[in-house]
């Protein structure tokens, strides 16, 4: 249930903080009108992709495995593109961690029902949805603290090109949510052990 759970949450936080950086990285980055709305779309088209891709691996390969790589496609993407120095690098980053979204999404109500009896897997299932929500929450309470952050000094990136501003720290720090499930269970894997959803 943990990766689960913690996979649904990191999707939505991934799929919502575009909305709410995109005031603060418009002077950075120079966005238009329709800049932002091609930001906004384009982890949809990821997860298009996505979805068709790692579908296929989760049959083909086995859903944990698909849903922790997923997960490291999502998470790199999403740490990455705090980092990009302009417009299309950060939208081809952001489709990137929409093909992490679009794997993992699916994957983890078909993964996650597996484990559950035929009695209880629609009330599993419902209560495992809440947490596409507790993302949304989260997002929204992590850019009322974080963007723009009242006092905060931007520095400079690779060699002045990058003006690290609080949005991108917003973007890095939930980016990161979906790190330590996929780690825990490499490491997991890599001793032998066998993460079931509770």
Same mark, same amino acid.
């Given at each position: ?115 559950? !009896?035929? $009695?209880?897997?629609? /009330?599993?299932? %419902? #209560? =495992?949805?809440?947490?596409?929500? @507790?993302?949304?929450?989260?997002? +929204? ?24 501003? !609080?949005? $991108?720290?917003?973007? /890095?720090?939930? %980016? #990161? =949510?979906?790190?330590?499930?996929? @780690?825990?269970?490499?490491?997991? +894997? ?9």
């Amino acid at each position: 249930m943990s990766l689960c759970a913690w996979a649904c949450t990191s999707d939505a936080v991934e799929i919502v903080c575009v909305s709410f950086i995109l005031p603060a990285a418009e002077c950075d980055l120079g966005l238009t009108s329709f800049d932002k709305g091609a930001l906004n779309a384009v982890i949809f088209a990821g997860m298009l992709v996505g979805g068709l891709l790692w579908g296929a691996a989760g049959d083909a390969v086995g859903r944990r495995a698909t849903l922790i790589w997923s997960l490291t496609v999502n998470a790199t993407g999403g740490l990455a593109s705090c980092l990009a120095p302009n417009f299309w690098t950060f939208l081809a980053l952001r489709f990137l961690s929409g093909l992490g979204v679009g794997g993992s999404y699916p994957v983890i109500f078909s993964y996650y029902s597996e484990w559950q !009896s035929r $009695r209880r897997r629609g /009330a599993a299932v %419902a #209560a =495992l949805s809440c947490c596409w929500m @507790l993302g949304g929450l989260i997002t +929204a309470a992590g850019a009322w603290l974080v963007v723009p952050r009242p006092g905060w000094t931007p520095f400079n990136l690779f060699g002045g090109s990058v003006p690290f501003h !609080s949005w $991108r720290l917003f973007v /890095a720090l939930w %980016a #990161a =949510l979906t790190k330590p499930p996929a @780690l825990m269970n490499r490491v997991a +894997a890599g001793n032998g052990i066998q993460e079931v959803p509770v």
